[in-house]
């Protein structure tokens, strides 16, 4: 029976070709389409999903209560962590996290790359796979440095790295270091990014901000033991705040400043390692709202193309009214009649997925150099959400005409006497839905496209047009590659202004989105403030305008 009816739904798909292909091709796009929406938003929710407790890892993040609003901060200052460590018993592991820039010489070979600043228990509290060396002692001593596995190569080549001498420059430090590990490069999920790690104690500024509680410059991060609540471990920094920033918590209230729902006016949150990626910067408003939303459209998507294949199988149907009253006169049960529609169905839909998941593999292959089997992992949310959607398009789209078709009385089809009846309302519904649907998704990619252009096209506060940031990297101090490229370039009549700064302008260094936070008193009180080092000329270059006050000269 059921190669009886293969064979029919093959050969009615055969025959039918204009209305096999425009179903194959609608659904497999939307597929492809829905697919690609679907693996983009599943991926972005995976993020540091890898790390074996990571369920118990959070970033630190300090919050003022100040008069116009809550302030949110991720940095901290360099003393913080190691008193954080000394006095909460709750915390298994504490590490600061400092991105930069350095360079790498090893005999003649020369490369820039990126130069993480970290405590000893970075590796044990992030599941970064260590292929070479321990995760216990890799980082222990200062002069030790742990390398990525491509930049080791690209350093080393097939020589083996371990134990090997390297020297690094950076912000005007010069170091022999000895390498102590190699890592596996992080997965693409990972928001922690690096070429090279080292001890939080070789960075630049460190012997001059050991002891400072008013420079906030890196990241810390803590994983709490398995025992322990988050709870329990919030309510323990309560004290160690009002220990270490008594001083701006009695400003702040000096200044009117309301305590929070908790009663206090500062305070040190834990903010998940799964919701960093979304808010990194800390900002409000719900940080997953266009990943659901990525969802959202991709499920109407498949909404639109089920409807659209449900109208022309409908249309369809009706033309092989005869067909099906001679199957009934012949003896053919109404469930067989079902069965038969319901198979052709099936056979487009799985038709359908197969062509899908090529172009995805394709557009995978293209734009990320991956295959989509690779992207899935065969994860069971993945698979269990692809066998939801083929299982919910077969059956809306197979069982409603073939139930609609089985249904018709024998003797008026045999007579060609059939109408619609009131088959054409449900039709004419699924219509205005797909309709609206599809004005509802245009409509909002005009709207985001126009958005998008008034980001593009808003003034920025500085001149971001003909100026060129570069690097200088680190073999020589900023000062002196200033001077050395105003000599150089400074008489040329193409260029205006030659300036520097510490910081690519409106970033972090080189890229990343690290900044310097320096504190001073004013009056009664003590200001927090951005830093960026900068050079003469730098407003001009930069055409920043003055609000009072005089440029550097």
């Not at 659904?27 to 697919?35: E, K, M």
């Not at 006095?87 to 070979?109: L, S, W």
């Not at 322990?228 to 209230?253: D, G």
Request: charged residues 20%; positive net charge.
């Amino acid at each position: 029976m059921f190669k009886n009816h293969l064979k029919i739904a093959l050969r009615n798909l055969w025959k039918n070709k204009t209305f096999s292909l425009v179903n194959l091709l609608g659904l497999s796009v939307a597929f492809a389409s829905s697919l690609l929406l679907f693996l983009n938003a599943f991926f972005e929710l995976s993020y540091d999903s890898f790390h074996e407790n990571g369920d118990r890892i959070f970033r630190i993040v300090m919050k003022d209560n100040l008069p116009d609003g809550a302030s949110m901060g991720r940095n901290m200052p360099p003393p913080f962590a190691p008193a954080l460590k000394a006095e909460v018993p709750d915390i298994e592991y504490v590490t600061r996290h400092q991105e930069n820039r350095g360079t790498v010489a090893v005999q003649d070979k020369k490369i820039e790359e990126s130069l993480d600043f970290v405590d000893a228990d970075y590796l044990q509290m992030f599941s970064f796979q260590l292929l070479k060396g321990n995760p216990k002692t890799a980082l222990s001593d200062l002069s030790s440095v742990v390398l990525r596995e491509d930049v080791a190569k690209s350093i080393f080549g097939d020589q083996d790295p371990m134990n090997k001498p390297i020297r690094i420059f950076c912000g005007g430090i010069d170091k022999t270091f000895v390498v102590s590990g190699i890592l596996q490069k992080p997965p693409r999920n990972s928001q922690l990014r690096f070429d090279i790690l080292t001890r939080f104690e070789n960075n630049p500024t460190y012997q001059e901000s050991k002891d400072r509680w008013d420079y906030f410059n890196h990241s810390v991060f803590i994983e709490v033991k398995s025992n322990t609540t988050l709870e329990a471990v919030e309510r323990k920094l309560k004290p160690f705040t009002k220990k270490y920033y008594a001083e701006s918590i009695k400003q702040l209230q000096n200044e009117g400043v309301k305590p929070d729902e908790r009663g206090e006016v500062r305070s040190l949150r834990l903010q998940p390692l799964s919701d960093i990626h979304f808010n990194a910067m800390l900002r409000p408003g719900n940080p997953y709202l266009y990943v659901y939303m990525l969802f959202i459209i991709s499920g109407l998507i498949v909404v639109i193309a089920s409807v659209n294949f449900v109208n022309l199988s409908v249309a369809r149907s009706l033309t092989r009214a005869k067909e099906v009253g001679m199957r009934r006169v012949l003896g053919a049960m109404k469930w067989q009649i079902i069965g038969q529609f319901w198979g052709e169905a099936i056979l487009i839909c799985l038709a359908s997925f197969a062509v899908g998941l090529l172009l995805v593999n394709v557009i995978y292959e293209i734009a990320f150099k991956t295959r989509i089997l690779s992207e899935m992992h065969f994860n069971p949310w993945i698979l269990s959400a692809l066998l939801f959607v083929f299982l919910s398009v077969t059956i809306l789209a197979g069982a409603y005409p073939a139930w609609l078709i089985s249904r018709l009385e024998t003797i008026l089809v045999l007579k060609g006497k059939i109408t619609a009846g009131k088959s054409h309302f449900v039709r004419n519904g699924l219509i205005v839905l797909q309709f609206s649907i599809a004005i509802l998704l245009i409509i909002s990619t005009i709207v985001i496209s126009e958005q998008l252009r008034f980001f593009r096209n808003m003034p920025l506060g500085f001149n971001a047009q003909e100026v060129v940031s570069i690097p200088v990297g680190n073999v020589a101090s900023g000062s002196e590659m200033l001077t050395f490229l105003q000599n150089e370039l400074g008489n040329r009549p193409e260029i205006l202004s030659i300036s520097a700064a510490s910081y690519n302008f409106g970033r972090g260094e080189d890229g990343s989105v690290t900044k310097s936070v320096t504190s001073f008193k004013y009056k009664d009180g003590t200001v927090a403030a951005d830093n960026l080092t900068i050079g003469y000329d730098f407003l001009k270059t930069m055409d920043l305008k003055l609000v009072a006050g005089r440029d550097f000269s």
